[in-house]
T-cell receptor, first 114, second 109 residues
Framework: GAGVSQSPSNKVTEKGKDVELRCDPI?????LYWYRQSLGQGLEFLIY????????KSGLPSDRFSAERTGGSVSTLTIQRTQQEDSAVYLC????????????FGQGTRLTVV | DAKTTQPNSMESNEEEPVHLPCNHS???????IHWYRQLPSQGPEYVIH???SNVNNRMASLAIAEDRKSSTLILHRATLRDAAVYYC??????????FGTGTSLTVIP
């Protein structure tokens, strides 16, 4: 596709359930980022993948959160035992590895935990 | 962890220029200054970036202070469609980048 694709666009889940959020980056982009945005707030960094390097997981808020990136392309963010405070929009971005390049964002997945 | 400081909000009249400031006093020599904006209910979109020299593109201009500790995003003629949250970000190769709280721009008709 032409841009970063995230699925699902909306997800409602019951407290305590596990959820998986998917991000399809732009082909050839080796850098992939996940962010979380709570209502009315700024973007909170979660995790960063760069090529075959170990991911930077420093932004993950708890061990209930994990992410993987298979084959250097698609990424999945998993939240186990969801809590109401996990409700937010989860945004994915991809870019070439260089700092002087544009990062492209998906439209996000709106997660609601009830 | 955000390395930039921006005013929380600004207002501008339609069709007037807007200057959005950003302070980044701890910038390193390899950090690029990026600006993104986020329209309501959308993901952020790229606006402009620069390293040392001022930059112009079809959307905006970026003025970078000589010591690189601050920068200003300039929208030459604000339109209602420019109402958004504008984020100033420092980005270094091989590293993640952090968003601050941004500046919420209101454009008054």
């Amino acid at each position: 596709g032409a841009g970063v694709s995230q699925s699902p666009s909306n997800k409602v889940t019951e407290k305590g359930k596990d959820v998986e959020l998917r991000c399809d980056p732009i082909s050839g982009h080796t850098a992939l980022y996940w962010y979380r945005q709570s209502l009315g707030q700024g973007l909170e960094f979660l995790i960063y993948f760069q090529g075959n390097s170990a991911p930077d997981k420093s932004g993950l808020p708890s061990d209930r959160f994990s992410a993987e990136r298979t084959g250097g392309s698609v990424s999945t963010l998993t939240i186990q035992r969801t809590q109401q405070e996990d409700s937010a929009v989860y945004l994915c971005a991809s870019s070439p590895p260089r700092a002087n390049t544009e990062a492209f964002f998906g439209q996000g997945t709106r997660l609601t935990v009830v | 962890d955000a390395k930039t400081t921006q005013p929380n909000s600004m207002e501008s009249n339609e069709e007037e220029p807007v200057h959005l400031p950003c302070n980044h006093s701890t910038i390193s020599g390899t950090d690029y200054i990026h600006w993104y904006r986020q329209l309501p209910s959308q993901g952020p979109e790229y606006v402009i970036h620069g390293l040392t020299s001022n930059v112009n593109n079809r959307m905006a201009s970026l003025a970078i202070a000589e010591d690189r500790k601050s920068s200003t995003l300039i929208l030459h003629r604000a339109t209602l469609r420019d109402a958004a949250v504008y984020y100033c970000i420092l980005r270094d190769t091989g590293n993640q980048f952090y968003f601050g709280t941004g500046t919420s721009l209101t454009v008054i008709p």
